[in-house]
Nanobody, 118 residues
Framework: QVQLVESGGGLVQAGESLRLTCSAS????????MGWYRQAPGKQRELVAR???????DYADSVKGRFTIFRDNAGSSVYLRMNSLKPEDTAVYYC????????????WGQGTQVTVSS
């Protein structure tokens, strides 16, 4: 029902910034929340940040004060601004959207690599 495409990953040095973009298409009106998850090698996928339909947000403790999630007015794109990046932020970052369209759904993007060198 909803397709997601991420962009904006890359290789940066510690202390630098990146902005990730997630573009949604399809039944975007059915989305209740969107978020960013990440998965480092050998680790489980974890929530980084999430934004809900009414605008409230939720962050992992490890990124609070450094990362900001926000979206465009149409609600079709969600961004993750990442400042003061650390080597431990290195991971594949995935966009996620949850909602209801006849049934509950959870959609995922293909992921974008973020690598932070020390």
């Amino acid at each position: 029902q909803v397709q997601l495409v991420e962009s904006g990953g890359g290789l940066v040095q510690a202390g630098e910034s990146l902005r990730l973009t997630c573009s949604a298409s399809g039944s975007i009106f059915s989305i209740s929340d969107m978020g960013w998850y990440r998965q480092a090698p050998g680790k489980q996928r974890e929530l980084v940040a999430r934004i809900f339909r009414l605008g409230s947000t939720d962050y992992a403790d490890s990124v609070k004060g450094r990362f900001t999630i926000f979206r465009d007015n149409a609600g079709s794109s969600v961004y993750l601004r990442m400042n003061s990046l650390k080597p431990e932020d290195t991971a594949v970052y995935y966009c996620n959207a949850n909602g209801y369209f006849g049934a509950d759904f959870s959609s995922w993007g293909q992921g974008t690599q973020v690598t932070v060198s020390s």
